[in-house]
């Protein structure tokens, strides 16, 4: 049977389709418009193909921040994926002690951005901040000010301190969705507590992991507020990451051509590793689907 | 395999304000199938995850083989589950969730493989044994949790919550005769917990009938169906129950709606006073006459249901529709008339709900 077509539903997509336009082709098509060209006035400009992508590819300092920002956002999800796990799976199940736990952990998700940034700025000073303070008067010799590595593990410290929470309350939920009848199950089977997590909690928990890594990863890739308010960037390069490089060439220097051909390529680096750690992590659930059920 | 015996176990479940489990004596032998059988929410589950460990119980203590467990976890009861629905490790194979409970007891690797082997042979699993196990269906996997349950040798008791629940029609037939089966080669003590009376009748040794957190009654099918304790039990076991109508006693003899009828001889003798009385004849045993019985109630047919192989026809006595089967010969039509007759030896007497005897 033929199903009936109606050419005019395409109307109830305009609107979706205008919004998009607006909010994000056409900026992009701008930034794509700048990246192949040389604009100094809007009736001078000068086509120059690959030039300004060729350019910052071989740009140093940019390598330099890239090879930064990898490490970077490898150390934050390396420390933040199994401290929010642990800290999920040593939280109470249920009673008030457990919303309590909830509220606290939860907290700095919801200071703003730069705000993070002021209060790690004060915290880790070593004339009036706790935390810097402290260190010093271990008898360290810590200054995030002027000490690359110093600045480098604050940046973080503060982004652990900051987003492991979500990744505790992204696990803790998944914890919580595992129905009991599978520790009773363990419990008879007599599984040790490792046993248990390994082979019950782990597995039902791979898809909020995986959302705990895309979410990380993109959020510590792109990340700008917080090192720009605490370090801004120094000392010399040593927290200096690609975005605030960006901004430093679009703003700062006001070197459209480069930043806009720069920006495309952060966008596609993002888009191909997300592609890449969604599909390695989603592997085996997608092997499941495509294969026939078995027999009763 | 293990005695387990329960002591006036008891359980009340945090914030409700009713015992789920009302204090019981139990005492299951050795190598014997118990059936716990009532209607939901009777108790019976709470029942076994107290036997587990699974549950604390609120009182009472619980012995295997007179060794108080009552303190001890689930891990080292060493006992067997399996659950209402099927519980398997996703990310392992059959063969590897069939091994988990030996090797979480570090078993050697030889006797895992061996063991694994047989029970997967047992159950029809051999072909499935390098599969992941969340790809099988809803049967198979009850099967995976089934043997994961019986893959032990040496456990004290083997306990199953309601197990055949999610597997449908033909397979929940071979899986009762697998159970059986197990329990002639290995004789292990089984608990099996169930609503279903056909399934208590034909797995277990034992029935005990469970209603509103408390025991009725423990004894073989054939006990419950002859001889109920009490009129749940009555109308609760058999297709359909018992015949229970009030009645009342009169020279030795029980009146019903103006008619007298005959007792098993010395029941009458044994009725404690002053409590209401009911009697009851099941559907099988009393019989229907279309010619006048001299002293037999004369009844109207009021409705006949053909289930094939039998009928079940209905005739009123004293305002009650009172049910006979008849599984041959001729059936009478409604609004016939026909004399009901129960055989004395097949009438039971209850005074106040419980059985005379």
Sequence with gaps: MEKPRNERAWLLVLPVCLIVAFSAILPLMTVVNYSVQDIVSPEQRVFVGWEWFKDILRDPELQAAFVRQLVFSATVLAIELPLGLSIALCMPRSGWRASLITVLVGMPLLIPWNVVGTIWQVFARTDIGLGGAALHGLGLDYNYASHSLDAWLTVVAMDVWHWTPLVVLLCYGGLRAIPEAYYRAAAIDGASRWATFRHIELPKLTGVLTIGVLLRFMDSFVIYTEPFVLTGGGPGNSTTFLSQHLSTMAVGQFDLGRAAAFSLVYFLMILVVCYVFYNLMTRGERDDLAKPEGKV | ?357
């Excluded at chain 2, 209402?84 to 690797?109: C, E, K, W």
């Excluded at chain 2, 699993?125 to 043997?147: C, F, P, T």
């Excluded at chain 2, 073989?220 to 058999?238: K, M, Q, S, Y």
């Design chain 2, 1 to 357: 395999m293990a005695r387990i015996e329960l002591k006036g176990l008891g359980h009340r479940y945090a914030g409700a304000d009713e015992d789920a489990l009302r204090p019981t004596d139990l005492v299951c032998e050795h190598g014997e199938t118990y059936a716990l059988l009532g209607p939901s929410g009777c108790g019976k589950t709470t029942l076994l995850n107290a036997i587990s460990g699974l549950i604390e119980p609120t009182s009472g203590r619980i012995r295997f083989d007179g060794i108080d467990v009552t303190e001890r976890a689930t891990r080292e009861r060493n006992v067997a589950q399996v659950f209402q629905f099927p519980i398997i490790y996703d990310t392992m194979s059959v063969f590897d969730n069939l091994a988990f409970p030996l090797r979480n007891r570090g078993l050697a690797a030889a006797a895992v493989e061996r063991r694994v082997r047989e029970i997967a042979v047992f159950l029809d699993l051999e072909a499935d044994l390098a599969r992941r196990a969340r790809r099988l269906s809803a049967g198979a996997k009850q099967r995976v949790s089934l043997g994961r349950g019986l893959v032990r040798e040496d456990v004290a008791a083997i306990l199953l919550d309601e197990p055949l629940t999610v597997v449908d029609g033909q397979s929940k037939g071979n899986l009762r005769r697998k159970l059986r089966e197990v329990h002639s080669k290995l004789r292990p003590t089984v608990v099996y917990v169930t609503h279903d009376q056909s399934e208590a009748l034909t797995v277990a040794d034992r029935v005990v009938v469970m209603n509103a957190g408390r025991i009725v009654q423990v004894g073989t099918p054939r006990e419950l169906f002859e001889n109920p304790a009490h009129t749940f039990v009555a109308r609760f076991i058999g297709n359909p129950g018992m015949n229970l109508v009030a009645c009342e006693l009169e020279d030795g003899r029980a009146r019903v709606g103006g008619w007298h009828l005959d007792l098993p001889a010395g029941l009458a003798a044994a009725v404690p006073n002053g409590q209401p009385l009911t009697l009851g004849v099941r559907p099988e045993r009393a019989r229907l006459s279309r010619t006048e019985v001299r002293g037999a109630p004369r009844t109207k047919v009021t409705r006949v249901e053909d289930f094939g192989r039998h009928h079940i026809v209905s005739v009123r006595l004293a305002e009650v529709l009172f049910k006979v089967k008849l599984d041959d010969g001729p059936v009478p039509a409604i609004g016939d008339t026909s004399w009901l007759t129960l055989p004395p030896a097949n009438v039971r007497l209850f005074a106040a709900e419980h059985a005379v005897s």
